[in-house]
């Protein structure tokens, strides 16, 4: 009797299945005021190799498709809201879908808004040779970065605090936002959508499963 043993998938491959000029998404919210300056869009992208403890959106990390949505209906979708001031990437991990995604950041910049990106690898990483894919053509379109994994043993819980745990950064990456540090990672946000389901975003926040009102 021969016992076969499951074949272990990379779950990184997933990332082939999705096709260009597309992203896979996990959530979407319009004029959001606690993830980076002012009022923003932000797109939490699909999959996370990580799995930190204390994770706000463990719903992120499988790399299987959730949503598929192109660059171009995305772009749409951020500047047809006039609150919206620019966009932030957050996930999941952003940069595994870098090159797409700095598609739409040079598109969101070039009609004047600001990008921003969550991110659990370090600047220094992102600059590496082996860094993820279009990592570095991301990074030349964002305004602001804040890097580093989220450590639960490491938290932070104050209202004047951008960051979610100590050894995360705030990169100015744009000089234009030396002084619009201004967000507070110590804050809850809730929006509800037009079909009833809810987002849940910010410090201990996640993007909750659809939930009726």
């Not at 609150?83 to 969101?108: C, D, M």
């Not at 009833?196 to 499963?209: E, F, L």
Request: contains cysteine; hydrophobic residues 40%; negative net charge.
């Amino acid at each position: 009797m021969t016992i076969q043993t499951p074949i272990k998938v990379d779950p990184l491959l997933s990332l082939m299945e999705i096709p260009p000029g597309y992203l896979n998404v996990m959530g979407y919210v319009d004029e959001s005021e606690v993830n980076g300056p002012g009022c923003r869009a932000v797109v939490w992208l699909q999959g996370c190799h990580r799995h930190c403890p204390g994770c706000f959106n463990p719903a992120s990390w499988s790399f299987e498709i959730n949503e598929l949505i192109s660059v171009d209906h995305l772009f749409q979708a951020i500047v047809r809201n006039s609150k919206n001031e620019g966009v932030t990437f957050s996930g999941g991990e952003p940069f595994w879908q870098a090159p797409a995604l700095a598609l739409l950041a040079q598109r969101i910049k070039s009609v004047g808004l600001s990008t921003m990106a969550f991110t659990g690898f370090t600047l220094e990483r992102l600059q590496a040779p082996y860094a993820p894919a279009g990592a570095q053509a991301l990074l030349n379109q964002l305004d602001l970065l804040v890097d580093g994994p989220y450590m639960e043993t490491k938290a932070i819980h104050t209202p004047d605090s951008p960051v979610s745990s100590q050894n995360q950064r705030v990169h100015i990456l744009n000089p234009d936002f030396d002084a619009r540090i201004t967000w507070a990672s110590d804050q809850l946000e809730v929006h509800i959508l037009k079909d009833g389901s809810r987002i849940v975003t910010g410090y201990q926040g996640k993007v909750d499963a659809p939930e009726r009102a």
